[in-house]
């Protein structure tokens, strides 16, 4: 999630540079911005509509049945589109509707609501039969979450997207959903350091002395190796930037190779950090950091 002010220009950067996936939700707040900017680049003929992914994602507040094509629609709205191509449930966990979007008692608790996904899930499938949406699938779901939707829907998840780095490399998770036909995408691939609840001892990734290693015999940067490490497991990759030299940079990932050995050595880094535990929520019934995963 990026600060809306930098949000338009930086899409049309990526545009510019040869991004066609782009990861948008409608928690983040941001995507009116985000379709200026798509309006912009298929207005000036850079990209057509079919030549872009763009991925949507069900918010929290809006998990009960009967109102889950709103979300679809306001973000549809928001893009200025027509369909997306992707549509996830981007937590498991509901929050109260009919509200903010991030509803909170008195306290600041964040305040709950007993919408089950499997319920949401049902609505986005009718979203597909509509053609609001081409696909659907999960974010941040656990292996008996993604079960529980597989059994209980009739479209089966085409997208399991999670957080995915050396620190917390979801190897088993993979796995679970490979084996049922549903492709990966990581979010948070370069650790995320410019989260708004870093903490001072929190682990830095991108400072990890073994990816300089590596990224200096390879003529690359550590943020470029990371890239790389996820796009050789076949893990599709969303970076997020601001920065055009950085963005360009990040695209930068198809003209090396990681070793075997590299690979074994930044899975070394495996520690369990998750930069998005959503911790304050730890309580609600659908946290999906209950089991190992």
Known sequence: MSKT??????V??????GYRHIDCA?????EKEVGDALRAKMADGTVKREELFITGKLW?????RDIVKKNVEATLSDLGLKYLDLFLIHWPLAYQEDGPTFPKDENGKFIYSDADYVDSWKAMEECVDEGLVRSIGLSNFNSEQIQRVIDSGRIKPAMLQIECNPYVNQDRLISYARERGIAITS???LGSKDRMWVKPQDPKLLEEPVLKLIGDRLGKTPAQVLLRYNYQRDVIVIPKSVTPARIKENFQITDFELSEEDIKAIHGLANGFRVCLLEWANDHPHWPFNIPF
Do not use: E, L
């Open 5 to 10: 002010t930098d949000v338009t220009d930086a």
């Open 26 to 30: 409608y928690g983040y707040g941001n």
């Open 12 to 17: 049309k950067a990526a545009i510019d540079v």
């Open 187 to 189: 979010f948070s691939p």
């Open 60 to 64: 929290n507040t809006f998990h009960r």
